[in-house]
């Protein structure tokens, strides 16, 4: 029997063994701690056409700092990237991509995207590079992590989240556990909105918020840990209440949430600091923290006792408050590896924010030069052929004004063989009345007029014959969009033109078409009946009420 018993174990104790084995090696994964990957992207330059932006690289340092600090991204798996093309931030991604499929099996990944800069409502804008949100999104995608999180601050970024729905209302607050997986994509404003920057906290105002939020200003809980849901309710409510009053209208923050499991995903863990500052129970209003060159680093209110605790480098700070409608200003704060209480006892009594866009939206508005050809058909009935009747070319340049106003100006001439004639054209408008914020040029228009004609009859034999001049006053109203890639882009346009003139009234319905190469150079065709109102002047020949058609065909440079 024991022969048979020793035999036995023999030929179970590998078995048992590598059981052992196993389990010790599936117990020391599990205790393996989470692994964060970043690519941190920020771009100033749009491409032509476009202002660049100010501080788009400076956010993007700002986000690879907190997550580096409080977020638990070590440097080596964080990429950031200043001004990148296609490739370097596809290249990013697929980086991250490989690093996390060569991790141990059972390790948890996570995954952060972040990028600051031009957008519009199909594409990321990379210099003369696109990238369009169907790309980024597969891409992110193929990344094997239990977590993505992706954040756009640009303009019309939330159409990122319109792939897979998103809304416009606050997340729904789960609990605070870590055993999390999907993916949330979150953007700095909804997809026909501007995402705003502003000089006064040198940055875009969804992601200064944000980086408060994360530092402390968004942990509602008291707990020390600032979780996904905290930190985007912060942000939407703050960028939505600094820009709600501004030029460029109101900026929603936008989502799209879809993460399973049982808890909400922790951004930022306040215990990671050793340097911290404290607003205790005596400070109530708006404070305003800058560090020692006077950047905002935080900005966030506070209207209850509870103290506020912010994870913040080393170094000097210091604290503006407002309160009803007073500033008070701290003494120097220092920070080293310590815990620094501030109560009112440190202040002493001491604009409005104006944005610039951000995105495609903030469309620089270019000068045009263009020429112009101006032929007009002629028929005594409707049911004839139109005959050409006239023609003749005019010169002209278009300035922009402000954000929205342009002012044309154009001049030509004609010479027949009795007639010489010289057309002075000026128009003043409006652009983006009713047009998508992002994009003020699509949308309707109005503009108002004249065209002044010098009319010199000639004799024969070179005689100087009758001299003449009429004014025609006009109002355009009218409707434009442009589609299509950047780098081709068509164009509808419909008006209708009312001229008036000589106690006689015109209206003029166009139609428009044309295409844009690379924001420079157009080619814009237009045409149309020439309808005159007052018919009694033509015996009420109701069939002479459009004797006319117009063709019009323009080649322009912007620059």
């Known amino acids: ?25 599936i117990e020391g994964l599990s205790e393996l701690p989470t692994k964060r990957f970043a690519v941190v ?53 697929k980086r991250v991509k490989t690093e996390i499929e060569s991790l141990p099996q059972g390790q948890r990944a996570e995954f952060i995207f972040y990028y600051s800069g031009h957008s519009d409502e199909q594409d990321l804008l990379l210099g003369s590079e696109t990238l369009s949100y169907l790309d980024l999104k597969s891409e992110i995608e193929k990344v094997n992590a239990d977590v993505h999180l992706a954040i756009l601050d640009s303009c019309s970024s ?29 953007t700095s404003s909804s997809a026909d909105e501007a995402a705003q920057e502003n000089d006064i906290i040198q940055g875009a105002y969804f992601t200064h918020f944000l980086v408060s939020a994360l530092r402390g200003a968004g942990d509602l809980t008291d707990d020390k840990k600032v979780s996904l849901n905290e930190a985007y309710n912060f942000a939407f409510n703050e960028t939505l209440a600094k820009t709600e009053t501004s030029l460029h209208g109101p900026q929603h923050a936008a989502y799209d949430i879809q993460l399973s499991g049982e808890g909400d995903l922790v951004l930022t863990d306040l215990t990671d600091t050793s340097s911290e500052m404290v607003f205790d129970s005596s400070i109530k209003g708006r404070l305003y923290v800058r560090d020692s060159e ?65 995105g495609n939206n903030e469309r620089k508005r270019d000068w045009k030069v263009y020429v112009q050809d101006n032929q ?9 052929d139109y005959e050409f009747d006239d023609s003749f070319l005019t ?61 010199h009859h000639q004799a024969w034999y070179g005689n100087v014959g009758d001299k003449y001049t009429y004014v025609d006053y006009l109002i355009e109203y009218g409707a434009k969009k442009y589609f299509g890639p950047r780098w081709f882009e068509m164009l509808l346009d419909a008006s209708v033109v009312y001229v008036y003139s000589d106690d006689e009234g015109m209206f003029q319905p166009r139609l428009g078409t044309g295409f844009r190469v690379n924001n420079r150079f157009e080619l814009n065709l237009t045409a149309g009946p020439l309808s005159r109102l007052n018919t009694d002047k033509y015996q009420n020949n109701f069939s002479e009420a459009y004797d006319r058609f117009y063709l019009s065909s323009s080649f322009g440079y912007n620059f």
């Open 395 to 455: 010169v002209g340049i278009r300035a922009p004004i402000g954000n929205s106003f342009f002012a044309d100006f154009s001049y030509g001439r004609f010479d027949e063989r009795y007639t010489l004639s010289r057309v002075y054209k000026f128009r003043f408008g409006k652009e983006g009345i009713f047009g998508s914020k992002s994009r003020p040029e699509n949308g309707q228009y109005i503009s108002v007029g004249f065209d002044r004609v010098d009319w």
């Open 41 to 93: 992207a920020g771009a100033n330059d749009g491409g032509y056409g476009r202002i660049k932006l100010k501080y788009a690289t400076k956010d993007a340092q700002s986000i690879s700092d907190v997550f580096t600090s409080l977020g638990g991204v070590n440097t080596e798996n964080l990429d950031l990237l200043l001004e990148p093309n296609r490739d370097d931030l596809l290249g990013a991604i």
């Open 376 to 384: 007009y058909y002629n028929s005594s009935q409707l049911t004839d």
């Open 1 to 25: 029997m024991n022969y048979k018993f020793y035999k036995l174990l023999l030929t179970i104790l590998p078995f048992l063994l590598s059981v052992s084995m196993d389990s010790q090696a």
């Open 158 to 186: 939330g159409a990122f989240t319109r792939l897979k729905g998103g809304s416009l209302i606050k997340p729904f607050l789960i609990n605070s556990a870590v055993d999390v997986s999907g993916y949330a994509y979150l």
């Open 294 to 358: 006077k950047r905002l680093v935080v900005e966030l209110s506070k209207h209850n006792p509870k103290p506020v605790k912010l994870g913040l480098d080393e170094g000097e700070y210091s604290v503006v408050l407002e309160a009803e409608g007073q500033y008070f200003e701290s003494k120097t704060i220092q920070l080293n590896e310590s815990v620094q209480v501030v109560s009112l006892d440190d202040f002493k009594e001491v604009d409005k924010l104006e944005g610039i866009l951000k």
